[in-house]
């Protein structure tokens, strides 16, 4: 028996850790790539802005005929190289980012391999098969055990046509099984075939059309099954009796019979 949640079987994930873990070196690698970059930004903004007034200093200068129109040039060309190194920075700031945002979409997705190489059980029941042995390989794709749904117990059964009619989803039923024959188990009709499923070669006459067979399933109670998972047997024969008519009531015989609850 195992609960929903539990861990059936875990993958080797060995050289996905190493991925992972290299994964996360490139994500630490780019953040301090940021870091560096707006560091970059704010020494190429104090270069700018110092020479952004030196040339304001060679323009008034030039103006008094203090210095010569070469030296402003050369404080001229100062600040456009100034302006040039912090679009740089500022570009190579943005691509640093870039670089954090995909070493961090590459370590989630590794991650998301890991965590998809436990396998869990979707819903509480009963492991009945193991297909895998440990350290077998296994194709993408392949079975490791099968587990039964305890809590979805049905009993197919064949109706003809005359009380196929009066049967409807939701109809209550009772199941009888062989092996326990003390017990009633409730339970209710949850599928109802559209179509026959024996079809004789003529069905002209009414009487053969009397010996046309649906299918009908008749699910058990989901909390009866709940509270009797630990002894819920599946493949067993039995009978199953459906109440025709809405306004029919059970036989005493019929009553609900049902094991005692086992306590834990």
């Known amino acids: 028996m195992v609960k929903q949640g539990q861990v059936l079987a875990r993958m080797d994930t060995a050289e996905l850790q190493a991925s992972l873990a290299k994964a996360k070196a490139d994500v630490a690698q780019a953040t301090e790539a940021v870091a560096e970059a707006r560091a970059l930004i704010v020494q190429r903004e104090s270069e700018l802005k110092y020479a952004q007034q030196e040339l ?36 190579r700031l943005v691509s640093s980012e870039r670089a954090v945002e995909s070493a961090s979409a590459e370590a989630r997705r590794i991650q998301t391999q890991i965590d998809d190489s436990s396998l869990t059980a979707p819903r509480p029941g009963r492991i009945e098969y193991r297909l895998a042995e440990p350290g077998e390989v296994l194709a993408s794709g392949g079975k490791v055990v099968t587990l039964l749904d305890l809590s979805d117990v049905y009993m197919t059964i064949f109706l003809p046509t005359a009380q196929a009619g009066r049967v ?34 003529e069905v002209e006459t009414q009487s053969e059309r009397e010996k046309l067979m649906f299918r009908v399933k008749v ?41 005692p609850v086992s306590k834990k």
């Open 56 to 91: 304001a200093r060679a323009q008034f200068l030039i103006q008094k005929g203090h210095i010569s129109k070469q030296s402003a040039d050369q404080k001229q060309t100062a600040q456009d190289t100034a302006q040039a190194a912090l679009e740089a920075a500022r570009a």
């Open 168 to 201: 409807f989803i939701g109809s209550e039923a009772r199941i009888i099984l062989d092996a326990a024959p003390q017990l009633v188990i409730p339970a209710k009709v949850s599928f109802v075939s559209a179509q026959a499923q024996f079809t004789p070669r």
């Open 219 to 259: 699910k058990i109670d989901p909390a009866v099954l709940r509270a009797h998972m630990e002894k819920v047997k599946t493949g067993l024969p039995g009978e199953a009796y459906v109440l025709l008519g809405s306004n029919a009531t059970w036989p005493e015989r019929f009553a609900v019979k049902l094991p």
